[in-house]
Each structure stands twice: as structure tokens, then as C-alpha cells.
């Protein structure tokens, strides 16, 4: 028996299903993981059906589905159950994580077709002729020679309308007869041929002098190339390349244009290289792991340069080559960009598709990447935090590169970290997890001490390449020098001075963007601050104005301080939009751009500087974090970092933590191509352990002291965090329902959990809204899990909306 009624996860801001009946047509379409359209309220809405159900909750009154708008389940068996793992571990609502989960609803139709199989279409041929008897009815018997007729395929309509009932139609899938293909629609992708070497070619064979260009630029100097270019750099003749593949010399695939641009696309992919021995080890390492087939998480710790991702690409290749599927994920878009373009020149037509991820996508081109993996025609997704939930069958192998990057949480609900929900959904699958990083997050690499995780560590970088000379500039030192507080000491402008005379390049890291972040009174002590945050405001002098970074808020230049109103104000902290000015005058002949989100605001200007620097149009480049992470800049011999303190000094356990990362990755930006390099960083407290294991990129050293201190002060690893945050724009109800939390919260603490608050949170006031605080600690996540569960529902009991209330399980900042 079918069950006749399903439970239905919407989109809405409450952490329940709702009971809707399924109409006897379409009792077959609708399966846990389908989409189906049910009247909500007043209005219709799309949500998930996660579970079929004979039981109906008493007194209610059931509504019918009004539609069921997938064939096939838009989200998996396993699928579901991890969205399920998500809301209960988040504690964030599940409609609201399905809808984090599938693809934007868009206005691009699904063509539906329904293609025979063999066994159908010789079924059908021999129906055709009266040559069989079979135990189909008269309507399926027909039916089925009338796809024969139509070709074979038969468009269904954009109601899924067939003469056929849906039972019928599913009847015959079932019994293997036919298939039912769904595809997107919308606009077709642009594509453009690629070619590579591929040298089929006998050793004695003499290649002429233009065949030899060819290989030089496709086996060495540039790797795969779109045709076109290939044409323009060979000044050959298309007859020639077309030749060349037919002979087995080249081979050429197809493969899609990105809507979104590579900042570094030169058309260059790097070649395929072999493995050293250290790259060896570790994919080795992951073999046997995949032998083994079954549930595993590695940590791949390799110092930057050491050639993580050719092991990446190994490891994939091994997984599709056991028939299975392989997701990577990397922490932002210009990486997804790079790698995607490595997997394709790896396995795009040659092996299986790939389909590339991430939120610059729009809507149609996105759905459209979804659907082919749902489909199967994609094997390999690459993509940004949210790829882990493509929607691949029979996965082998999750990549999280960069594990420990800030940028794989969601800070929205759900805020869920990509990174742990991969390893969960590793072990949903029966998968490997891959963590790669030079510089791990804390947890992970205790996880893998502990032996929980297994380590593989990459001590060297390629061709035994030094890591870049790491020194420390003491600004104390050179205050007492110069008598100035000048950002660029004497040190770090030499190094400047140097580096443009040889005709390198330089990146010059600074933390804040922004004229000045700070505006004083000299007279009462003031700061201006934002009218909607308790944030003080940044001067920007380009655009002539003060503006807030947390809400965008904008303030015209006070000419007196707005509290006493004494004439000196001043400005203070310098940003990058000044040092980039600062630069300019002491460097009246370089080629110097800034890249920071004021100049990057579109991803054009962005890919324009990057490219302008890559391409060797550019000297010096001043920006902000942008600047530090995965670029492969090969002419950069010097890194300078304006302060090593302003990450240290924030109110953050995480501060040490994420200096010695933010260091060690900015330092990894020097001295990766043949000319070595040097790194200057700028510091109050050269003593301080961060910028110490930083400066002799000592990993396992820094890892050792701050879990000492991790350990002292009981954060994590040794401990879960949950931050509460209770807001409104009202302060009166801000306090009220942080005080009515506090009857419930505050009881519970002791029994092996322990509960600060409520307080007022660092950012105290933020877009309008004041905000208090409580922090949980527990050695047992579940016992979080169980308190803020319980937290939530005496939320609504006691009637203080949900809105107001975050919750942030494993938060990354406290603020
Ligand atoms: P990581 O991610 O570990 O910082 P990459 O994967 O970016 O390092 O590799 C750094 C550089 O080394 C890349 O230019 C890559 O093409 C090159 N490379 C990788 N493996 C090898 C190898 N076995 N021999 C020579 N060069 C290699
Ligand atoms: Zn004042
Ligand atoms: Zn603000």
C-alpha cells in the first residue's frame, strides 16, 4: 500500500514538517526528496517532502499537494538525511536547510523527455509487428509504440501531461522499458574546443618545425588551450591542427566558457606532473584508504607550495576510475575557477563531466550545473561552501581544500560550517574526506593527533623549493630611529626599493581598508560612531565621506566633534586607501593598484587588477586579506605586512590562531616561482608566540603552545561553544527576552555545561538592533544540542519570536 499523505519541509521560520494529503495521481511522483508545490496559508509554496506517512495529526485539516514538480527526487536518500543531520545539529529550521540545499527555483522549464531503453524498444518492435504477447495492459502496450514512433523520445509537456497515467508511466520504469530524462532548459551554455598534446608518436618520428611549436606551448609552456588561441600563439593554420588530431598527435574536447571569468585565465593550465616522492607517499596514503572502502578522514598537511592539488587530482582520478563520484571544495570563487579549469583539462571530456559551483553563478546557470549532476552527467563538482551538497550519487571522495578557512561557515541560517557537514556527509556516503591545508584549523589537526583523523604531512614544497625568508621589522625599533610612526618602516621600504630595481614584483598586506578606521576629538576623546552600530566609523577620502562597515551607514566629515563640539577632530588608524597614497609618494615611479572590496566592488575590477599584476603590468599591490590566499604569482620576491597586531589584538580566542594563519598564507605568496623570497613583517609585539611560529613557519610548534592556552582557558578544541544571541531593535525587548531566556538558560548550568550571560555582546548594537548574549560551554556537543533545543521551544512557548533569537552552534566569532 502507498501511504496516502506525506510530510512536508517548507521554507518557513519554524522548525517543523506540515502533513499534506497526496492525491491519488500523483501518488507515484511524490517519494521523500521530491519537490511538490501545497497550498500554505494563503499562498502556495514549494517545499520538500521528506517522509510518507499513513498518520494523520489529530484535529488538523489536511490540504492536498497541489502539484509534484519532480520526476526523479531533486534531493537523494542520503541527501535528506544529512539536510536532517543539518537541522538538528544547527538547530536551524528544515525547510530552511532544504532550501540552502537545492537549487534556486527558477523560471527555466524542465524538459522531460521519455526514451526507451533496449529491452523497451525491442519490446515495442515486436508489439509493432504482433510478434509477442506481453502482460502490459492495451494502454501501456501502445503506448510504448508510440515513443517507438516519436524516435523514441517524447517530449513530456511542462505539466508532465501524457495520455498515460503516471502510475502507468512509472510502471514501465520500473520495469525497465524506459527512461525518464529530465534536462534544463533556459539558455544554452557557450562552449569553446579546447586542444592538448596528446603524442601519440613514434620516438624515431620527426616532427616539423611548426608541429614543434605546437608541442612546445601544449605539453610545456602553457598546457591545454582553446583552439582559438592556440591558432593565434602558433600562427598556424587550422588545417594543420585538425591534421595533427587526426594523426593522434593532439586531442581536443569540449568544454564550457565560465560565465565567470578566470582573473588568471592566460588559457594556462599547468601540465600533469609526476609525483615527487613526498606527493607520492601521501596519495598512496589515500589509496589505501579507498581500499579499504569505507568511511575515513584525512588531514593532508602540506606547507604551501608542496603540491597539494596535483594530489587532489590523483585522487579523484582514482576515485572515478572506481566508479564513483568526487566533490572538491575550495574557499572562494577564484579557486573554483582555477581548479575547475584543472579537473576539466584533467577529466572533462576525456574521462567524465565536471560541473563547477558557486555564488556568482545566477540562478539559471546555477540550476543548470545542478541538474547535471542530478542527472549523472557530471562526475566531478568543484565548487564554493555550499557545493557539498551537489547532488552526486555513489560518492567517493569529498576535498575540503583550505579546511581551515572562515569562509566554508555560513553565517546566515543555516549556519552550518562546510567543512564538518562534508565529513558527516562522508560518512553518510561510506566516503573518504580529504582536509588539505599548510596551516590547519586547531580541532582538525588535534583530531589528527589524537589519531581520530589520519595525517598525512608534505614537509617540502616542489623541486625542493625554499620556503620564503621569514623576518620580523620591530616598529619600536624603528620608531626609535626615525622618530616617526610611519606604516612603511625603513626596512620594509629598502625591500620596496629593491624589489623594483630588480623589476620583481611586491604585495603589501594591510588589514583595514579605508582612509582612516578611526575618527578622535582631540579634545574629549570621542570617536564618531555608526547611528546604527556601536562601531566607530571609517574615513574614506575618495569618497569623501565616513561610512560604517558592519551596515553601510554613511556620515558626512564632521567639522566638529558631534559630543563637545571642539574643532580638532582627527583621523587615526591608517587603512589601505592611504597607504596605497603613502606608497605612491614614496615610490613616485611604480606601478602601483589596490585591491580591496572599495576598488574590487565588481568581480570585473577585480579580475582586472589580479590580471594586471599577474601579467606583470604592476609592481606593487596593496591590499587587504584578498591578497593572501592560493594565488600562484610567480614574479612576486616580496610580501610586506603593515601589522601583524591589529588581527592579534581582537577581543577573539581565535586571534592567535587566525594571525599565525593569515601569516603563514601571505608568506606562502613569495618565492613560488625560480626567484627566491623574502617576507617583512611588521610588528609592536614581536615577542608574541603567533608571529614567532610564524616567522619560522613552524606549524607544530604553534599548534603545541596555543593548545595550551586553548586548554587553560577551556575553548576548543577541548570544549563546544553555542553563542545565543537575543536582538531587536527595541532595547527594552531586547532586555526583557534575553531576561525571560535567562529563566530557562541559566538553571541548566553545571550539569556538565557551563552558561555565561546574558550579556551585552561585544557588538553590542549592530544594523539597529541591540544584542545580548549567552555563551555556552560543554565537553559534550550533544549536551548543547539538547539545552538550545529545549532554549528554542521554551522561545516560542513563552512568546518571544524567533527571529530574535540566533543561534550559532560551533560559532567562529564571538562578536
Ligand atoms: P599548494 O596547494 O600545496 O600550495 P600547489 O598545488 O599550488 O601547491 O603547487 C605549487 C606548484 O607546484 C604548482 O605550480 C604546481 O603546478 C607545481 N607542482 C606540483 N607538483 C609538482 C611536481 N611533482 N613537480 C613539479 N612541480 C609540481
Ligand atoms: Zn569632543
Ligand atoms: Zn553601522
Aim: net charge positive; proline share 5%.
Amino acid at each position: 500500500m502507498t501511504e496516502s499523505y506525506c510530510n512536508v519541509a517548507l521554507t518557513v521560520p519554524l522548525r517543523t514538517t506540515f502533513t499534506y494529503a497526496v492525491p491519488e495521481e500523483m501518488r507515484e511522483h511524490v517519494q521523500p526528496g521530491s519537490r511538490v508545490l501545497v497550498p500554505f496559508r494563503k499562498k502556495a509554496m514549494v517545499g520538500i517532502v521528506v517522509e510518507m506517512t499513513s498518520e494523520v495529526p489529530e484535529g488538523t485539516k489536511i490540504r492536498e499537494i497541489h502539484k509534484a514538480l519532480d520526476l526523479i527526487p531533486a534531493l537523494t536518500p542520503k541527501l535528506l538525511e544529512l539536510g536532517q543531520w543539518i537541522a538538528s545539529y544547527y538547530l536551524a529550521p528544515v525547510g530552511e536547510v532544504f532550501r540552502a540545499m537545492l537549487p534556486p527555483v527558477t523560471e527555466i522549464s524542465v524538459k522531460r523527455q521519455i526514451v526507451l531503453t533496449e529491452p523497451g524498444r525491442a519490446l515495442a518492435e515486436k508489439l509493432k509487428d504482433g510478434t509477442t504477447l506481453t502482460d502490459l495492459d492495451g494502454t501501456e502496450a501502445e503506448f510504448l509504440q508510440r515513443v517507438l514512433e516519436k524516435k523514441e523520445e517524447l517530449t513530456l509537456g511542462a505539466r508532465g501531461k501524457v495520455e498515460i497515467t503516471p502510475e502507468a508511466l512509472q510502471r514501465l520504469r520500473r520495469l525497465g522499458y524506459l527512461e525518464i530524462r529530465e534536462t534544463m532548459q533556459g539558455r544554452k551554455r557557450k562552449m569553446q574546443h579546447v586542444v592538448a598534446w596528446k603524442g601519440n608518436i613514434e620516438p624515431s618520428a620527426k616532427l616539423g618545425e611548426k608541429e614543434q611549436r605546437i608541442r612546445g606551448l601544449l605539453e610545456t609552456e602553457r598546457g591545454p588551450l582553446p583552439m582559438q588561441q592556440l591558432l593565434k600563439l602558433a600562427q598556424v593554420s587550422r588545417a594543420l591542427i585538425e591534421r595533427m588530431l587526426r594523426d593522434g598527435l593532439l586531442e581536443g574536447w569540449e568544454e564550457p566558457i565560465d560565465p565567470v571569468a578566470d582573473p588568471f585565465d592566460t588559457g594556462y593550465t599547468p601540465p600533469a606532473h609526476t609525483l615527487n616522492e613526498t606527493q607520492e607517499s601521501a596519495f598512496n596514503a589515500i589509496r589505501a584508504r579507498f581500499e579499504l572502502g569505507e568511511f575515513g578522514v584525512q588531514l593532508l598537511h602540506g606547507v604551501t607550495g608542496s603540491g597539494k592539488t596535483e594530489v587532489y587530482l590523483r585522487s579523484v582520478q582514482d576515485t572515478l576510475a572506481r566508479g564513483k563520484t568526487a566533490i572538491i571544495l575550495v574557499p572562494e570563487i577564484a579557486l573554483t575557477l582555477w581548479i575547475g579549469r584543472q579537473c576539466r583539462a584533467w577529466f572533462g571530456a576525456r574521462f567524465e563531466g565536471v560541473a563547477v559551483l558557486h555564488s556568482a553563478l545566477n540562478d539559471v546557470e546555477r540550476a543548470r550545473e545542478w541538474w547535471r549532476v542530478r542527472n549523472g552527467a557530471a562526475r566531478v563538482v568543484v565548487g564554493t561552501r555550499s557545493a557539498i551538497f551537489a547532488p552526486l550519487e555513489n560518492l567517493g571522495l569529498v576535498i575540503v581544500d583550505e579546511e581551515q578557512e572562515n569562509s566554508y561557515k555560513q553565517e546566515e541560517t543555516p549556519r552550518y560550517h562546510g567543512r564538518d557537514v562534508a565529513i558527516v556527509r562522508a560518512k553518510l556516503e561510506n566516503a573518504l574526506a580529504l582536509l588539505g591545508s599548510a596551516t590547519p584549523s586547531l580541532e582538525t589537526y588535534h583530531h589528527a593527533v589524537n589519531g581520530k583523523y589520519e595525517l598525512l604531512t608534505m614537509a617540502s614544497r616542489v623541486e625542493n623549493r625554499n620556503l620564503a625568508a621569514v623576518e620580523i621589522v620591530d616598529l619600536r625599533t624603528d620608531f626609535q630611529q626615525t622618530q616617526k610612526a610611519n606604516p612603511v618602516s625603513q626596512t620594509l621600504h629598502a625591500a620596496i626599493a629593491e624589489c623594483l630595481s630588480f623589476q620583481t614584483q611586491a604585495l603589501v598586506l594591510i588589514n583595514r581598508r579605508g582612509y582612516s578606521w578611526s575618527v578622535l576629538c582631540r579634545s574629549c576623546g570621542a570617536s564618531v560612531q555608526c547611528v546604527n552600530c556601536s562601531i566607530s566609523m571609517t574615513y574614506h577620502k575618495n569618497r569623501n565621506r565616513l561610512e560604517c562597515h558592519y551596515c553601510g551607514s554613511i556620515q558626512t566629515i564632521p567639522k566638529a566633534c558631534p559630543k563637545c563640539e571642539s574643532k580638532y577632530v582627527y583621523f587615526f588608524g591608517e587603512g589601505s586607501e592611504h597607504l596605497e597614497e603613502r606608497l605612491r609618494k614614496e615610490f613616485p615611479g611604480a606601478r602601483i593598484a589596490r585591491l580591496d572590496r572599495d576598488t574590487a566592488r565588481t568581480k570585473q575590477q577585480y579580475q582586472e587588477t589580479l590580471g594586471a599584476f599577474a601579467s606583470g603590468a604592476l609592481d606593487i599591490l596593496v591590499g587587504t586579506q584578498m591578497l593572501a590566499k592560493g594565488h600562484d604569482f610567480q614574479r612576486v620576491t616580496l610580501v610586506g605586512v603593515i601589522s601583524a597586531d591589529s588581527s592579534l589584538s581582537l577581543p577573539d580566542f581565535r586571534a592567535a590562531e587566525r594571525t599565525f594563519q593569515l601569516l603563514t598564507q601571505v608568506a606562502g605568496r613569495a618565492g613560488r616561482g625560480e626567484l627566491p623570497g623574502r617576507v617583512l613583517i611588521q610588528t609592536y609585539y614581536p615577542e608574541h608566540y603567533a608571529v614567532q611560529d610564524a616567522v619560522r613557519q613552524d606549524y607544530v610548534s604553534f599548534y603545541e603552545r596555543e593548545l595550551h592556552f586553548r586548554r587553560m582557558m577551556m575553548y576548543p578544541p577541548f570544549t563546544s561553544l553555542a553563542n545565543v544571541i537575543v536582538r531587536n531593535a527595541n532595547l527594552e525587548n531586547a532586555i526583557r527576552w534575553s531576561r525571560r531566556l535567562s529563566e530557562y538558560l541559566t538553571p541548566q548550568s553545571g550539569k556538565g555545561v557551563r552558561i555565561l550571560g546574558p550579556a551585552s555582546a561585544p557588538l553590542a548594537r549592530l544594523k539597529k538592533e541591540h544584542r545580548y548574549q549567552f555563551l555556552l560551554k560543554s565537553p559534550k556537543k550533544s549536551v548543547l544540542t539538547k539545552i538550545l533545543s529545549g532554549a528554542l521551544a521554551f522561545c516560542d512557548a513563552n512568546e518571544i519570536p524567533g527571529t530574535a533569537v540566533l543561534v550559532d552552534m560551533d560559532p567562529l566569532s564571538l562578536l
